[in-house]
C-alpha cells in the first residue's frame, strides 16, 4: 500500500521567516496531495491541494509543488506568522480507485515565534 | 450549520465496556470515514463507506463496526473496550465529483481507564 513519509518532524522558525515542509510517496499512482493544518485540539483543515497534473499551487502565503518523477511534494508558507503555529500533515491517495482513501505523514509541528 | 459533526466530543469509560460514536454530515457528500490518531498524533484511517456500502476496511479488530444507516450518517461501536484504543477518533467526508476532498468533524477523544 501506499506509504508517506514526511520532514521535518518538528519546524521552528521566527516570524516572517519561510518554513519548508517535505514529504515523499512510494505508490506512482496517487493522484491527489492535499495539505492539512492541526491546531491544538482542533480538527484537521484543508488548507491547499494539488493533483498530479499540476507542478505548483499557490493561494497567499502557502504554495505546494510536486514531483512526480521523484515523488515528493512540499509547502511552502512564506511571510510566517505566530498564527501559523500547528502540526501540519501531508498526505496522498489514489483519488476516485481508492474513494478518496488518504495515506498521511506523520505531521510536523511548526512553532513560529513572534 | 455544522458540516460535519461527531457525538460526544469525550467519552470516558473502562476497559470491557461497550461504546459507540455518532457522525453526521450535512454537506450531501456520499463517502464517509473514520480515521484514529493515537497520542503521537499519526492519522490513520479505519474504514470507509461509501453510499452506506463499506469499501474500506484497515486491519483493524473486529471489535470495532461501523455502522451507516444513510449516506449522511456513520457510527462506530466499539464493543469490549481496551487501554489501547484511547486516542481521538476523527470523521470525515468527501464527494466523488469534488475529487474527494475530505472535510474532518471535531473529533472524539476517547479515554479508556
Known amino acids: 500500500g501506499e506509504n508517506v513519509e514526511q520532514h521535518p518532524s518538528t519546524l521552528s522558525v521566527q516570524e516572517g521567516d519561510s518554513a519548508v515542509i517535505k514529504c515523499t510517496y512510494s505508490?506512482?499512482?496517487?493522484?491527489?496531495f492535499p495539505w492539512y493544518k492541526q491546531e491544538l485540539g482542533k480538527r484537521p483543515q484543508l488548507i491547499i491541494d494539488i493533483r498530479s497534473n499540476v507542478g505548483e499551487k499557490k493561494d497567499q502565503r502557502i504554495a505546494v509543488t510536486l514531483n512526480k518523477t521523484a515523488k515528493h511534494f512540499s509547502l511552502h508558507i512564506t511571510e510566517t506568522q505566530p498564527e501559523d503555529s500547528a502540526v501540519y500533515f501531508c498526505?496522498?491517495?489514489?483519488?476516485?480507485?481508492?474513494?478518496?482513501?488518504?495515506?498521511f505523514g506523520q505531521g510536523t509541528i511548526l512553532t513560529v515565534h513572534p | 450549520d455544522t458540516a460535519v459533526s461527531q457525538t460526544p466530543k469525550y467519552l470516558v469509560t473502562q476497559m470491557g465496556n461497550d461504546k459507540s460514536i455518532k457522525c453526521e454530515q450535512n454537506?450531501?457528500?456520499?463517502?464517509m470515514y473514520w480515521y484514529k490518531q493515537d497520542s503521537k498524533k499519526f492519522l490513520k484511517i479505519m474504514f470507509s463507506?461509501?453510499?452506506?456500502?463499506?469499501?474500506i476496511n484497515e486491519t483493524v479488530p473486529n471489535r470495532f463496526s461501523p455502522k451507516s444507516p444513510d449516506k449522511a450518517h456513520l457510527n462506530l461501536h466499539i464493543n469490549s473496550l481496551e487501554l489501547g484504543d484511547s486516542a481521538v477518533y476523527f470523521c470525515?467526508?468527501?464527494?466523488?465529483?469534488?475529487?474527494?476532498?475530505?472535510?474532518f468533524g471535531p473529533g472524539t477523544r476517547l479515554t479508556v481507564t
Open positions: 505508490d506512482s499512482a496517487s493522484n491527489y
Open positions: 498526505a496522498a491517495s489514489l483519488g476516485g480507485t481508492s474513494y478518496g482513501k488518504l495515506t
Open positions: 470525515a467526508s468527501s464527494q466523488e465529483d469534488r475529487n474527494y476532498e475530505q472535510y
Open positions: 463507506y461509501n453510499n452506506k456500502e463499506l469499501i
Open positions: 454537506l450531501g457528500h456520499d463517502t
